[in-house]
């Protein structure tokens, strides 16, 4: 093979677009943007599919948040002393309503 044959600019040509196809596989593997041929960039096509997954992730996390201040407050009512306290006086009045049923 001479230095300034075609065979060797063959091979260079060969090396050069085997780098290329290497650089692009694992930047695409790894969830880098894509070059195009002029350098511009390409984003991943499931962008838009990771934007409407984030969005549904903050709306579960405030509906999660409202949940558990909703559960704090309910645990707060059961465990307070007037809770059980009206239902001991509720216990309480039963056998009266039933004796006065019959």
Same mark, same amino acid.
């Given at each position: 093979?001479?230095?300034?044959?075609? *065979?060797? !600019?063959?091979?260079? !040509?060969?090396?050069? @677009?085997?780098?290329? !196809?290497?650089? $692009?596989?694992?930047?695409? %593997?790894?969830?880098? /943007?894509?070059?195009?041929?002029?350098?511009? =960039? @390409?984003? %991943? /096509?499931?962008?838009?599919? /990771?934007?409407?997954?984030?969005?549904? &992730?903050?709306?579960? %996390?405030?509906?999660?948040?409202?949940?558990? &201040?909703?559960?704090?407050?309910?645990? $707060?009512? !059961?465990? *307070? $002393?007037?809770? @059980?306290?009206?239902?001991?006086?509720?216990?309480?009045?039963?056998?009266?309503? =039933?004796? /006065?049923?019959?």
């Amino acid at each position: 093979m001479q230095w300034g044959g075609p *065979d060797f !600019v063959l091979v260079i !040509v060969g090396i050069c @677009t085997g780098g290329w !196809v290497l650089n $692009t596989w694992i930047r695409a %593997r790894h969830g880098y /943007a894509l070059e195009d041929e002029w350098g511009g =960039k @390409t984003e %991943r /096509a499931d962008h838009a599919a /990771a934007a409407r997954l984030a969005e549904e &992730n903050a709306q579960l %996390r405030a509906r999660l948040e409202a949940l558990e &201040n909703r559960t704090a407050s309910l645990e $707060t009512i !059961v465990t *307070d $002393t007037g809770y @059980t306290t009206a239902a001991q006086i509720e216990s309480l009045r039963a056998p009266l309503q =039933k004796a /006065a049923s019959q």
